[in-house]
């Protein structure tokens, strides 16, 4: 069913601390219904850590409503001198009317007056924000797409075949433990070098940064439940780290694989593909249905390689980035 068109006098943009918390509750609800049908992905977790800002009056950003009802949000996260955009959110029965739009606009418009803001960055998984999009490009930030893949393990194949080049008896596939964090953190930083990757996110550019990313992915809730049992290292002799998988749980069946990284002297070799079938022939022995990741677009020998190994895309969303000189 079409959207109503909606007049400019309808809408109203307020800061997020003005919002009605009981209307903007039932936003993130709507978000978190949509995020598991789409995405096969429970959200609840997640949005209740940004709820719990939001009832505090801390959340930075805009909602958008209409008749007293929230519709729609956008909120960021401001960290020195680098921003993040968390989220721009519209209910379906408004979209298409702008409101993505116009919520992009305001926070734009926000941060432009932030001197001490010089870096941009928005990862979020944007669900039909076309208008948004617009918005960034029109603002001078670089675009890049995600593209957000599924596997049905029912359906998956283990693929045994080798990339040429690989040599098994050098590298040795294994379960996770806690004092692979440095090492797996070094690997990550350096096969993030100069790519597309580290362009998006400012973080790949910096050990710290990889080692912030890593402690999210095994230690909160924001990429799902951390499953260090199904999570994989690769390690040449005298155990050195060429390789790493960082595996969740995002919903009941659904897992995640949250990083994959090969050191890039060791690429080329079936590395990838074989910490991804070890970690799939796992989740499978536990019990999961559905293997979740998601790749930028222009990565396209890591998405080939996903494409090869039975994940299909389901979603595609943009991600922008703005430097200030």
Not at 49 to 63: E, P, T
Not at 65 to 75: L, S
């Amino acid at each position: 069913m079409a959207s109503a068109v909606l007049l400019n006098s309808e809408i109203k943009l307020l800061p997020l601390a003005d919002a009605d918390l009981t209307n903007l509750e039932k936003l993130f609800d709507e978000e978190c219904r949509e995020w598991l049908e789409l995405l096969r992905w429970d959200y609840t977790g997640a949005s209740m850590l940004i709820r719990d800002v939001a009832r505090q009056r801390q959340l930075s950003g805009f909602v958008a409503a209409i008749a007293g009802a929230t519709v729609g949000f956008a909120y960021y996260l401001v960290e020195g001198r680098r921003c993040s955009i968390g989220d721009i959110y519209v209910s379906k029965n408004f979209r298409g009317n702008g409101l993505d739009r116009d919520l992009a606009s305001a926070v734009c418009n926000q941060l432009d007056g932030m001197a001490r803001v010089r870096r941009i960055e928005s990862q979020y998984v944007g669900i039909e924000t076309s208008e948004a999009d617009a918005v960034f490009q029109s603002r001078g930030f670089e675009r890049l797409e995600r593209n957000y893949m599924l596997v049905e393990l029912a359906e998956h194949l283990p693929n045994k075949t080798e990339d040429a080049g690989s040599d098994e008896s050098e590298v040795s596939i294994r379960g996770w433990q806690t004092t692979d964090f440095s090492q797996a953190t070094r690997v990550i930083h350096r096969s993030y070098r100069a790519t597309h990757d580290s362009r998006i996110n400012s973080q790949y550019r910096t050990e710290e940064g990889c080692a912030e990313l890593l402690t999210i992915l095994t230690d909160h809730i924001w990429c799902g439940d951390f499953l260090p049992q199904v999570s994989r290292v690769a390690v040449r002799r005298q155990e050195t780290i060429v390789g790493a998988l960082i595996a969740s749980r995002v919903s009941k069946g659904v897992g995640h694989i949250g990083q994959i990284s090969v050191h890039p002297a060791h690429q080329g070799r079936g590395i990838g593909r074989r910490l991804i079938e070890s970690a799939l022939s796992e989740f499978r022995r536990m019990g999961f249905k559905s293997i979740t990741l998601a790749v930028t677009s222009a990565n396209t020998s890591a998405l080939h390689l996903y494409e090869s190994c039975g994940f299909q895309t389901i979603h595609t969303f943009p991600v922008f980035h703005r430097e200030r000189t």
